[in-house]
């Protein structure tokens, strides 16, 4: 063979089934977090890039939903608030943190398909998709959060002592998204339905999570089948964080702590497995 013609030594990988499970470590993500970094800046500038208010939508979403249930359920059903809330502020504070977690979900749920024409031409660990797609929520998160301590000031909360940890809650609810949008990822790309279920799912899951009603109004017999949903642990652990006269959750905090470290490892393992396939069946 001619100089002109040889090629330098390529390095070839060859991912198999203990491979695919060093994808989805934590020193994985670390190593690709630039890439995250880039693919969740991208998704934010293409959701505000031609909205006309841009990131204003993250402070009128919450806002406008919480006038609406506090007129229809607040004043005319009198449903109660709890903690010695004012019902706006309760309403508001459980609709930002819902819409966060909503939100991360859903896009984490559809983020395999939407990014089918990147898996079919580079080579990454795809667990970096739903990872950067659960991420750009945050940014509407940090926001909304500001508008509900402003309301808390607005109508005379007082702010809890551990208002600083609110934070983590960021944390625990991006696991939480995760544990089950990298489970319906890797499903989404082979049953199309997911689309259609997932926001089903969301719209049951305001009603069935104490968001706009308090958590007391559930028969205690019943709630600890209801605390099986992991983000009623979730959102009153938020409460204890926002309101001083919110009670530490106890018991209610460990279904999440507990469920949600168990629910992403064995996600992430089912999409390592599933992956392999995702650039021939997109």
Do not use: C
Not at 150 to 166: E, I, Q, R
Not at 209 to 218: E, G, N, R
Not at 238 to 266: D, I, K, N, S, T
């Amino acid at each position: 063979m001619s100089p002109a013609l040889a090629r330098p030594e390529e390095q070839i990988t060859v991912i198999d089934s203990a491979a695919r499970a060093e994808l989805v470590r934590p020193q994985t993500l670390w190593r690709y977090r630039e890439l995250i970094y880039f693919l969740a800046r991208r998704d934010v500038a293409i959701r505000y890039k031609e909205s006309a208010i841009g990131i204003a939508w993250a402070v009128l979403q919450p806002v406008l939903l919480a006038i609406v249930f506090s007129v229809f359920l607040g004043l005319l059903a009198k449903v109660p608030s709890d903690h010695g809330v004012p019902y706006p502020v309760f309403a508001l504070a459980g609709l930002v943190l819902w819409m966060f977690f909503s939100q991360a979900l859903a896009r984490a749920s559809d983020s395999a398909v939407v990014s089918g024409p990147l898996i079919s031409k580079v080579w990454f660990p795809r667990i970096v998709i739903p990872v950067a797609a659960a991420l750009p929520p945050t940014l509407d998160f940090v926001i909304a959060v500001l508008v509900v301590i402003g309301g808390m000031v607005v109508y005379g909360v007082s702010p809890s002592p551990a208002l600083f940890l609110v934070p983590l809650i960021v944390l625990l609810v991006l696991a939480t998204a995760l544990g089950l949008g990298v489970w319906l990822a890797a499903l989404n790309v082979r049953y199309r339905d997911v689309n259609v279920a997932v926001p089903f799912l969301i719209q049951v899951g305001l009603f069935v999570t104490p968001i706009i009603y308090p958590l007391a109004l559930v028969p205690e017999g019943a709630q600890p089948f209801y605390a099986l949903n992991p983000m009623v642990g979730v959102l009153e652990l938020y409460r204890w964080m926002l309101f001083a006269e919110a009670p530490f959750p106890g018991w209610l905090v460990l279904l999440p702590l507990a469920v949600v470290p168990v629910a992403l490892v064995a996600g992430s393992r089912y999409f390592a497995r599933a992956e392999g396939d995702f650039a021939d069946v997109i």
